[in-house]
């Protein structure tokens, strides 16, 4: 039975999309496993990033800039400034699942691009907060399980593009946000966004792009409240 009478996503699609989600994304920290003790991290260190840092694309942005000889502090400057995206996201998401205390506390924990991406998509709280669970629940788990086996047989496994796993990520994102382009305006901000984004990729550090592409939204959302 869907949230809106048979309009709408039922509860079981919703976790079904969710665990999707989860497990092509979770899986990809097997990745992030064997690059970070590649690039002379131990284990345990690399363990620790994915349980207390736990956004990928900050880790990877971290052992990336190790990895090529850059120093420790600008690594971790430009991790901190990928995952600044995830405070905006929870501008977003706190009125939107209604949590308050240590359920938010915990909830922040699990803000992160999937996570949002499938809360933000549904049509009530109640779904909202089912897709925001499953989904970060399902990725933290799997995404540290992953990292560890990275990280203690990355030679044995190889690289895990070898098995699509980064189009499986993209693909997973590109479901979510096509049905969303239902708008010129919608179209003209994903377009905008994604030429800009690649434009900066080879002029500015890691972050920067990702951020550059969010203020398109942030502009065209503010032109059209003063039209």
């Known amino acids: 039975m869907s949230s809106d009478g048979g309009r709408g996503p039922s509860r079981r699609s919703v976790v079904r999309d969710s665990l999707g989600v989860g497990v092509a994304t979770g899986a990809y920290g ?3 496993g064997a690059i970070s003790v590649g690039s002379g991290f131990s284990v345990a260190q690399t363990c620790v990033l994915s349980l207390l840092v736990f956004t990928g694309a900050s880790q990877f942005a971290l052992v990336g800039v190790v990895a090529s000889g850059g120093n420790p502090l600008t690594g971790a400057v430009s991790a901190l400034l990928l ?6 996201y929870g501008l977003r998401l706190a009125p939107l699942l209604g949590w308050t205390g240590g ?3 915990g909830a922040a924990h699990l803000v992160i691009d999937e996570s949002t991406a499938m809360s933000v998509s549904q049509p009530d709280r109640d779904l909202a907060r089912v897709g925001f669970l499953v989904t970060g629940v ?8 992953a990292t560890f086996a990275g990280a203690v047989g990355g030679e044995a496994i190889g690289d895990p593009r070898t098995y699509g796993l980064d189009a499986a ?18 179209r003209l901000a994903a377009l905008l966004a994604a030429l800009l984004a690649l434009g900066l990729v080879p002029l500015t550090t890691p972050g920067v792009p990702v951020l550059a592409a969010g203020l398109v939204a942030v502009a065209l959302g503010l032109r059209m409240r003063r039209t």
């Open 103 to 105: 359920r938010r506390a």
């Open 30 to 32: 097997v990745s992030f």
């Open 169 to 186: 990520v993209g693909a997973a994102f590109l479901a979510l946000l096509w049905p969303r382009l239902s708008g010129g305006t919608q």
């Open 138 to 145: 399902c990725v933290f788990v799997l995404w540290n399980t």
């Open 83 to 88: 995952g600044s995206r995830n405070t905006l």
